[in-house]
């Protein structure tokens, strides 16, 4: 209790209070205006390619460290993992193939979203499947890049 009432006479006084209370409010208030992600919308079709619509090849570009919603649906090629993934989408640095952490992910049948951070290293990246999904899993793959 000795502690205690010194700690209160010493150490706290209204004015310290007041601007711990401000900063807990600016806080929370900066966690509300979090910025919303970017949305790109991918197909990972059945004929074991990535598409996206308006675009003759698929490629991503973002900002480094951007946030970004990967909003990927998916369609059967002709084999699937047991787990039911039908394909995969891993992201891997270009010139050493590299995995980039966090940038892994199963796809199953229809609409999923993946909220992520895009790499702090701007460059060439590389979206690979993960499921051996078809005879023609090898070339699906697309271009990423992360620009400064
Ligand atoms: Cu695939």
Known sequence: MTKMRSFLGTGI???MLAAMLLLAFSC?????????????EI??????????????????????????????????????NRDGSIHGFSLLRAKDRKPVEDWDFLLKPGVQEFTVVA?????????????????????????FLVVP
Request: hydrophobic residues 35%; glycine residues 6%; aromatic residues 4%.
């Open 43 to 80: 197909l990972a079709d059945h004929d074991s390619r990535y598409k996206m619509e308006g675009r003759k090849q698929p490629m991503i570009t973002a900002k480094a460290g951007e946030l970004i919603t990967l909003r990927i649906t998916a369609k059967k090629a002709k084999n699937l």
């Open 119 to 143: 790499p702090s290293e701007p460059g060439e990246y590389v979206v690979v499947c993960t499921v051996i999904c078809s005879q023609d899993h090898e070339g699906m793959n697309m271009r």
């Open 13 to 15: 006084n209204l004015k």
């Open 28 to 40: 929370s208030w900066a966690q509300n205006a979090a910025p919303t992600p970017r949305v790109i």
